[in-house]
């Protein structure tokens, strides 16, 4: 477990709330310490009330409420339907390792779905080697329909047609957690835009990032780290998007959809063109579409694949819309931004939390750049406190 930072010593689970446009509001979810609640029901190879968490499921005594506990250190099982309002739970993120299949090459089914009506939880575990070959849709670890809370969960090495880790179609809130090495490789349709969406594919509905990673996944379309389509929306905070690779536009995010984004970080993305953002909107009225919102924002040290083709850090394209516009960080200085030039991040690494950071170097011009007022969240990703002035990005260096 790692060691708590100051700001999170209690186990209050909400750090600070802040309103955000539109009467929404930001919470500033903090890392706690990995409490595993008691359990209802038991799940493990053996001596436990059920060798599979289908079962657990589908057993006509498991009321809606109920919590599951995976007690094996490495479970495999794909293809698992929720259909009850349940928690799924195991004993922390690489305590419990939950997977499709023995290994990457044998997998052939997803390992979650959630269909529309249900309220799910699943938390403290790993999720891996999730490949749904059948369907077109995808979401290699996660298809959600439903009402889905990640917490402190690791998606990693899953593959799909689109959204190498999840395909939402519905409500998902992520927080404490990480996404990483998935891969969008295509195979679908051109109705579904196959290939898109390396680590998550938002079809529709809102998704919300708190305190989290999404870094080093890969897609052969748009959107190598998130990619929000045309009824789409992302709203993501304190959150890191870093080392994402698109064979097309927008390396770390590429919005067709609707994006918020306050305090993150975006860097060391690679894509034809927007290496860190892509945005891209279809000029109909009275409707939203590849609109960006953004707040207190990094987008530096990103990559494009042709040297002299494409924009490097952020591309507005077509019918492109920005909207919330304050204190961001463009390093080229597009998409409006307040500052340009290099913001000195340091390396991905562990700098405390639950998820790999990059700081700030002690050189930084994006330290200390905030009066308090605008500084809109007390803590930063790790769960550190953001004492004024503050810093711009996911993370404080200080």
Known sequence: MKKLPVCCLSLAFFCACTPLAGGRLLQDLTPTATVIPAADIAVCASGCDFTSIQDAIDAPATAAGAVIAVLDTIHTEAGILVSKDVTIQGLGQTATILQAAESATQAHDRIFFIPAGVQVVIRHMTLRYGNPQADIRSGGAIRNEGTLLLENIILRENEASAGGAILNDGT?????????????????????????????????????????????????????????????????????????????????????????????????????????IAIQGSGEKGVIRGQLNYQNTIVANNHIRLEDYGTVECLAGRNAEIVLNQNNWVADG????????????????????????????????????????????ECDQRGYPRTSPCGLGATESK
């Open 172 to 276: 998902l809130h992520i927080s404490n957690s990480t996404i990483t090495e998935n891969i969008a490789k295509g195979g679908g349709d051109i109705f579904t835009e196959c290939k898109t969406g390396g680590g998550i594919k938002i079809m529709g509905g809102a998704v919300t990032i708190e305190n989290s990673t999404i870094s080093g996944n890969q897609s052969k379309g748009k959107g190598g780290g998130i990619h929000i389509a045309c009824v789409g929306e992302l709203y993501a905070t304190n959150t890191t998007i870093s080392g994402n690779t698109s064979l097309e536009d927008g390396g770390g995010v590429y919005i067709n959809g609707l994006a918020y984004l306050t305090h993150v970080t975006i860097t060391e993305n690679t894509s034809t063109n927007g290496g860190g």
């Open 334 to 377: 597009n998409c409006e931004a307040s500052y340009s030039g290099d913001p000195l991040l340091l390396a991905l690494s562990d700098n405390g939390g639950y998820s790999l950071t990059h700081l700030l170097s002690e050189d930084s011009p994006a330290q200390n750049v905030l009066a308090k007022e605008d500084c809109l969240l």
